[in-house]
């Protein structure tokens, strides 16, 4: 993996450009969030305008979806609002449509250097997570292994999506009404955090409000963190399972004005917000 520390931007600071990535998304447009250095991984709002279809397109990179709004049909397996899917690399794609429109958070990845299509399907079946309503179920508590980190100590509580021993996983992590996460971490691999609901302040660095996506390399500090309503947020990590080095007890800082960490490019790309030209 190789991207810039991204800490964070809004993604109603983007603009919507036409997404030619790859061709399964043909016709849509997206918000390109970050890509890696490979120029193929990347990650995306996309936008499925009314009406669009495709057929027999699939995608030779692992393709993992959270729909945010609209509706997604997948081989008429049908993707509301707040499901999720992990389909790899290969995958067929008989049909893909969106009679209504839809806007979907996009994780473009190539495939492990261990990827091993199974014979009979065509693609890695263990890899393939087809359906998830992720709030159709209550989240337990974080797990006992993760019971350092600031999130447990905050009450907050966690559903596991997809995982792959030594590759990453992705989970869902909520925040209850008026929590607090004050410690500094030091994170262990590289981690994308997109908020779905709730407003979190980042100690030092200022308010994230929903549509808020960050890229924090392996090796950078996980602020101190708070909020005054329940959060939720999708995290995803690359390498291996999130884990952080347990931090220190910090005051939390709020500044005035955002101070955002944010690659040169990224900020050219800016349409609108506080670092618009």
Known sequence: MGRQHTEFVQSQWLPWTSTVLSDHLGGTTCRLLSLDADGRSATLLVRFPPGWILRNRGAQLDEEIYVLDGELSINERVFPVDFHAHLPAGYPRTT????????ALVFLTVPPSDTKPTPQYGFEHAAWFGRTDVFAAIWPAIPAAWS???????FARLRVLRERQGAGQTFILGYPPNWSAPFAEKQLVDAEFYLLAGEVTLSGIGLMQPGAYIWRPAGQMLPAMSGRDGAVLLVRSHGGNFATAPGA???IDRPDALRCILPDGLRRRFVAGPYAA
């Open 96 to 103: 893909a449509e969106s009679p209504n429109g839809a806007v």
């Open 148 to 154: 350092y980190m600031s999130a447990a100590r905050s």
């Open 249 to 251: 007890q910090v005051a």
